[in-house]
């Protein structure tokens, strides 16, 4: 079963629709970052990114309601760290499925 980190502006991560990050705003951060997009045939779907992580991971990700969903387990930490920093650059934060935060400076679970 996968475990996923979202990128959101909400306190919660499943009300990402309530403080969102709109998906033209998370295209042009997709677009100035380089992050690759690959768009599925289907309109209604959302183009799925797919972040290169100093540690030659590959992380991929989705809009999806407001907020950026990176799919999966087993993220490493250089991937949560990029993931973290990238939430940073768009005043929100990474926050697993779990709701544990993660610090955009260290990528480590923030204490509550």
Do not use: C, F
């Not at 768009?39 to 992380?59: K, R």
């Not at 991929?60 to 999966?72: A, D, F, H, R």
């Amino acid at each position: 079963m996968g475990y996923d980190l979202h990128i959101t502006r909400s306190d919660v991560w499943y009300e990402s629709l309530r403080t969102p990050i709109t998906a033209a705003e998370w295209d042009a951060v997709a677009t100035a970052s380089g992050i690759a997009v690959h768009t599925p045939g289907d309109a209604d779907i959302a183009p799925l990114y797919d972040l290169e992580v100093p540690d030659g991971s590959t992380v991929p990700l989705q809009w999806y309601e407001g907020g950026i969903i990176s799919y999966g387990s087993g993220h490493s930490d250089a991937a949560i760290l990029a993931l973290a920093q990238l939430a940073a650059r768009m005043n929100a934060r990474l926050v697993g499925d779990d709701g544990e935060q993660y610090d955009p400076s260290t990528g480590k679970p923030v204490a509550d």
